[in-house]
């Protein structure tokens, strides 16, 4: 089955600057693949998503680009914000299969 | 609110006794989808039902848990003879099925804790 890897667990910017989580996949067959920002104590919310016949996605600060040859993705956050701080979850799905999710990267933003 | 909702959001249990949860999916939503999330881990995928029919079930889903969807509707998930390892967040989420791209909407959880 899927197997997804997410690094790094925790990462500390300055506000302002840039923020990358990365994360590998396992089966070739997936081709979705969301992130989920989950602030603590909330539920996670999906912030952006990628397929798999499309290299890059941006929407405002947020960014993600997908490598299928190298199975890997990341999310890219600019001008980072404290409300940015959270923690952010990867995924990836095929057809029917379920989500499998990375263990998540706990990201603080330090103003 | 017309987002998933889920009861009890806390539960707190004795080991050996049954607790049930409910989730209650957007409206729209035929696909609802069962997670457990531990501390510091993310969802992990437990079951999921399309309508009333349950589609896949993970092996972590052991004999003591039970999921229905009867009416294709809301949800509930029993687990028996809760073990202190049950302890986690259930989180519970829908979606439609729109080719494989089918964005998932999460609940806000119902925390377990066995004691």
């Known amino acids: 089955g899927e197997n997804v890897e997410q690094h790094p667990s925790t990462l500390s910017v300055q506000e302002g600057d840039s923020a990358v989580i990365k994360c590998t996949y396992s089966?070739?067959?997936?081709?979705?693949f969301p992130w989920y920002k989950q602030e603590l104590g909330k539920r996670p919310q999906l912030i952006i998503d990628?397929?798999?016949?499309?290299g890059e996605k941006k929407d405002q600060r947020i960014a993600v680009t997908l490598n299928k040859t190298a199975k890997h993705f990341s999310l890219h956050i600019t001008e980072t914000q404290p409300e940015d701080s959270a923690v952010y979850f990867c995924?990836?799905?095929?057809?029917?299969?379920?989500?499998?999710f990375g263990k998540g990267t706990r990201l603080s933003v330090i103003a | 609110d017309t987002g998933v909702s889920q009861d009890p959001r806390h539960k707190i249990t004795k080991r050996g006794q049954n607790v049930t949860f409910r989730c209650d999916p957007i409206s729209e939503h035929n696909r609802l989808y069962w997670y457990r999330q531990t501390l510091g881990q993310g969802p992990e995928f437990l079951t999921y039902f399309q309508n009333e029919a349950q589609l896949e079930k993970s092996r972590l889903l052991s004999d003591r848990f039970s999921a229905e969807r009867p009416k294709g509707s809301f949800s509930t998930l029993e687990i028996q003879r809760t073990e202190q390892g049950d302890s986690a967040m259930y989180l519970c989420?829908?979606?439609?099925?729109?080719?494989?791209?089918?964005?998932?909407?999460f609940g806000p959880g119902t925390r377990l804790t066995v004691l």
């Open positions: 990628i397929r798999s016949n499309v």
């Open positions: 995924a990836a799905k095929g057809g029917n299969t379920p989500l499998v």
């Open positions: 089966d070739s067959a997936s081709n979705y």
């Open positions: 989420a829908s979606s439609l099925p729109r080719d494989s791209y089918n964005e998932q909407f």
